[in-house]
């Protein structure tokens, strides 16, 4: 059965500084992509960052671009969040999600319960 | 950026039919996928490459994306749920994958209501 777990979630500061992790289980985790998806309260999913399989390639979305980095220890099945320069706006609940890439798309076959980051004064 | 526009929300009947659009710039071109997430929960994976259901999905879930319009370059993916049950009441969200920029792209999400 494939699990992931995330932690690291916690109440920061504007300006402050967090890393998240996601540990994976029940698969093979260095063949996988793996993605890190946030949901600010009541409102929708966002795409945050993707990193490959063997963590040489990364991607960001516009808004955290400069300010997260995504970085992966396949011999922990660990995903790392790192999150700097944080604003209010980053407050959401964040989600790993383990991908596969199916000849011509990637799509997320598999989601963790989520880590709450919260960014208050 | 890829956009993807979905309508804030659905209602249905239960044993009706309930239908959750996607569009987006000739999406036709694009593999969309869906996921479904109920409250409080993560979200899991509907239906992949269009059509494709997931493991555990029942079969009155089914998705499409064949374009709608011949003169509008906004064409719409389709996620179909048959015989509404109480239980399908969740929030519903359509991916892609733009290749363009290797971001994954979320649609803003539909609240199918069951009545």
């Known amino acids: 059965e494939v699990q992931l777990l995330e932690s690291g979630g916690t109440l920061v500061h504007p300006g402050g500084s967090l890393r998240l992790s996601c540990v994976g289980s029940?698969?093979?985790?260095?063949?996988?992509?793996m993605s890190w998806v946030r949901q600010a309260p009541g409102k929708g999913l966002e795409w945050v960052s993707g990193?490959?399989?063997?963590?040489?390639?990364?991607y960001y979305a516009d808004s955290v671009k400069g300010r997260f980095t995504i970085s992966r220890d396949n011999s922990k099945n660990t995903l790392y969040l790192q999150l700097d320069a944080l604003r209010v706006e980053d407050a959401a609940v964040y989600y790993c999600?383990?991908?596969?890439?199916?000849?011509?798309?990637?799509?997320?076959?598999?989601w963790g319960q989520g880590t709450l980051v919260t960014v208050s004064s | 950026s890829y956009v993807l526009t979905q309508p804030p929300s659905v209602s249905v009947a239960p044993g009706q039919t309930a239908t959750i659009s996607c569009g987006g710039n000739n999406i036709v071109s694009y593999s969309v996928h869906w996921y479904q997430q109920k409250a409080g929960q993560a979200p899991i994976l509907v239906i992949s490459h269009d059509a494709d259901r997931a493991s555990g999905i029942p079969e009155r879930f089914s998705g499409s994306n064949s374009g709608n319009t011949a003169t509008d370059s906004e064409n719409t993916a389709t996620l179909t749920i048959s015989r509404v049950e109480v239980g399908d009441e969740a929030d519903y969200y359509c991916?892609?994958?733009?290749?363009?920029?290797?971001?994954?792209?979320f649609g803003g999400g539909t609240k199918l209501t069951v009545l």
């Open positions: 029940g698969f093979s985790f260095s063949r996988h992509p």
């Open positions: 999600a383990k991908e596969v890439w199916a000849g011509t798309t990637f799509l997320s076959e598999d």
């Open positions: 991916q892609v994958w733009d290749s363009h920029s290797d971001h994954r792209v």
């Open positions: 990193i490959s399989g063997s963590g040489g390639d990364t």
